[in-house]
């Protein structure tokens, strides 16, 4: 019985020391900032929830059968047999100025540059996400030509929450080190506390309840608002906020959705903003196993009618798989919808240069391959 206490104080001591690298960051401490978590209307009993009761798994299916189908033979097609195509091109020299322009390099990473201004949006560039590096998805075939070292730091970085697969400590730790004092950083309520631990200053950092607004740099108003998802980079789950954000600007509207659920906010935020110009919203990684956290592609066409969206940029694909269906499921389908539906889709390659507000149209490039 000593031998086994032993070995089990062993366990949790080595878990302890493991829990404390910089990967993991830091749940909230400061007491500045767990007062403002304990005054949010969606915090409860320790724990942020979503505004309609939301499993993070389907309630019919066992967490025996869920691990055995995550684990078991995914289909041929879950990754791609060969690279994918993206665009190199300068990103430090490209012209600020000018119409909104973005950049997307798969998943949910992307950048806008509007208004002499650089706006990162979840930037990912490990070549993992989990912070074991033997462990977690991989970047798809061709999809890893950018490194953090090769990217303009920006002006300010939109973190929506702090999982692995929207909040990189490797790109974020090289960036806080070669950027000076004037980097901002927008994020959700409880999240500042991991910038904090990385080496990033209070005053670079504003974090955002639900429905509240800041102007975190000049001539760009930010809301944070509802989405339908969950947070947490260790064991705590929950413990700092998940958001979506609204970007307005003297002439334009968008949405940044962030990974979110279907559900009755999305006609609530347009209830509360008007029509928006652009939508970027989540359209892969769904399963019939946690139907409740992110959309179907399907759903994600309805969230942008809700919104009274003039073009819809999915993302949340294209570059990793954590979900078990076909690499391109997501956007074959959010596209035939988006078809029947006469909604307008931006889908450049992955480092094009797009112009969202503008009525082009894009190769479907993902088509035969």
Not at 144 to 154: E, S
């Amino acid at each position: 019985m000593l031998i086994l206490l032993g070995v089990a104080v062993l366990l949790l001591a080595g878990a302890g020391l493991f829990l404390q690298k910089p990967v993991f960051g830091s749940a909230p401490r400061k007491p500045e900032r767990l007062e403002r978590i304990q005054k949010s209307a969606v915090y409860r009993d320790g724990r942020f929830e979503n505004l309609l009761p939301t499993p993070m798994r389907s309630e019919n299916v066992g967490w025996l059968k869920f691990f055995r189908l995550m684990l078991g033979p995914k289909s041929p097609r879950n990754v791609p047999d060969k690279p994918l195509p993206m665009v190199r091109q300068d990103i430090r020299n490209l012209e600020t100025e000018g119409p909104l322009r973005v950049i997307w390099f798969g998943h949910s990473s992307y950048l806008l540059l509007l208004q002499g201004k650089r706006i990162w949006v979840d930037p990912v560039f490990s070549t993992h996400i989990s912070p074991i590096s033997l462990f977690g998805a991989t970047p798809y075939p061709g999809t890893d030509l950018y490194q953090p070292g090769d990217l303009p730091v920006g002006d300010l970085i939109v973190l929506t929450h702090d999982h692995y697969d929207h909040m990189d400590y490797l790109t974020l730790s090289t960036w806080i080190k070669n950027a000076g004092p004037e980097l901002r950083f927008l994020t959700s309520l409880g999240v500042g506390e991991h910038l904090e631990k990385w080496g990033v200053k209070p005053e670079q950092i504003t974090e955002l309840d639900w429905w509240e607004s800041a102007t975190p740099i000049p001539g760009f108003r930010f809301s944070a608002v509802p989405a339908r998802h969950f947070s947490g980079r260790s064991l705590s789950r929950n413990v700092s906020l998940w958001s979506g954000f609204v970007l307005e600007t003297d002439s334009t509207r968008i949405l940044i959705g962030g990974d979110s659920g279907y559900g009755p906010h999305f006609a609530e935020i347009r209830q509360q903003f008007g029509a928006f110009d652009l939508v970027f919203l989540e359209c892969g990684q769904y399963s019939e196993l946690w139907p409740l956290i992110h959309m179907s592609p399907e759903e994600t066409v309805r969230a942008a009618r809700d919104l009274e969206a003039g073009a819809l940029f999915p993302v949340h694909w294209g570059k990793f798989s954590l979900a078990l269906h076909d690499w391109d499921e997501p956007v074959l389908r959010v596209a035939k919808e988006a078809d029947r539906q006469g909604l307008r889709l931006v889908t450049p390659q992955m480092g094009e240069t797009a112009y969202p507000l503008e009525n082009r149209s894009y190769d479907r490039w993902w088509e035969g391959r």
